[in-house]
C-alpha cells in the first residue's frame, strides 16, 4: 500500500491506497510525533510526502528508516510536462493537483481550483502539458485582511450564507468575502471556457463543498485529487522498487 501525507497551511492530510484505490484518509493539526505514530499504525508499503510550508525533514528521518520514503521536490518524477516558468516557485501542492488532474482525466484540458487558505487557478491542457494559473485569497485570508487592514471593521471568524444584500456590517463583509470569490471563480472559469474547448472544471480545497452551490458554472468537485496526484507521482519514483504490499 501507498501512503501520501499533504501538509497544507492549515491541515496535514494522510490518505492510503490500495491497488490505486483511495481507502482511507485523515487530517489532523501538524504535530510530528502524532503524524509519524498514525502512519507507522497504518503499515504502508511506500511513502510519499509533500508540504507547502511545515518542516518534514524530522517525519523523513524517522520514516525511511523501516519504510522507503520520498519527498515531493520541484525535481521529482511528474506525469506532465511542466511548462511553468519558475519551476522552483511552483508550490508541491499545484504539483499534486496537476498530477492528479493528468491522472484522474487523461488528454484533457483541465482547470484545477483549489479552494482553500489561498484559491489557486491550475490549467493543464490535452497534451499533458502543466501552463500556470493564477493565486488569489482564499476566504479566511480575505476576512482577515478586512479587519487587519482597516481601522473599524470587526474580525469574522466564520463565515456563514448572508443575504444578498447585507444589511448589518457583519453581513456585508461576509456577502463581500461569500459573493466575491464565487463570482471571481465562475468567471476565471468561463474565461478559460471561451479559450479552451472541452473544458473540464475541477473544484478541490477545504472550502469547496460550501463554495461549490454558489458558482454558476458546470464543475465537478473531487476533494482528493491532489492525493491521487501524490500517489501517482509515488509510484513514479518507486516504479524499479518492489512493494512491500
Same mark, same amino acid.
Not at 133 to 151: E, F, N, W
Not at 160 to 166: A, E, K, Q
Given at each position: ?56 525533514? $524530522? ?169 491521487? $496526484? ?16
Amino acid at each position: 500500500m501507498n501512503l501520501a501525507l499533504d501538509s497544507g497551511n492549515s491541515l496535514t492530510k494522510i490518505g492510503l491506497f490500495k491497488n490505486d484505490k483511495l481507502i482511507k484518509t485523515s487530517a489532523l493539526k501538524f504535530n510530528e510525533k502524532l503524524l509519524i505514530r498514525k502512519i507507522l499504525s497504518l503499515n504502508p508499503g511506500h511513502i510519499i510526502l509533500s508540504s507547502v510550508g511545515n518542516d518534514l525533514n $524530522g517525519i523523513y528521518k524517522q520514516l525511511k528508516k523501516t519504510i522507503p520514503t520520498f519527498v515531493l521536490r520541484s525535481s521529482s518524477k511528474f506525469p506532465f510536462k511542466n511548462l511553468y516558468k519558475s519551476p522552483k516557485t511552483l508550490g508541491n501542492d499545484r504539483l499534486a493537483l496537476a498530477a492528479g488532474a493528468v491522472t484522474l482525466y487523461p488528454h484533457q484540458n483541465c482547470l484545477v481550483i483549489s479552494a482553500g487558505t489561498c484559491i489557486t487557478y491550475n490549467f493543464i491542457n490535452s497534451d499533458t502539458e502543466f501552463i500556470g494559473g493564477a493565486i488569489s485569497p482564499g476566504i479566511k485570508m480575505r476576512l482577515d485582511v478586512l479587519h487587519s487592514q482597516t481601522a473599524l471593521l470587526p474580525l469574522i471568524k466564520k463565515l456563514t450564507i448572508p443575504p444578498l444584500v447585507g444589511k448589518t456590517t457583519k453581513e456585508s463583509i461576509q456577502g463581500g468575502a461569500l459573493y466575491g470569490i464565487c463570482q471571481e471563480i465562475g468567471g476565471i472559469a468561463k474565461l478559460y471556457r471561451t479559450a479552451y474547448s472541452d473544458l473540464k472544471v475541477i473544484l478541490c480545497g477545504g472550502d469547496a463543498e460550501f463554495l461549490k452551490t454558489f458558482i454558476d458554472v458546470p464543475l465537478r468537485v473531487h476533494p482528493h485529487l491532489g492525493m491521487h $496526484g501524490l500517489n501517482k507521482i509515488l509510484e513514479m519514483e518507486t516504479f524499479k522498487v518492489s512493494p512491500r504490499s
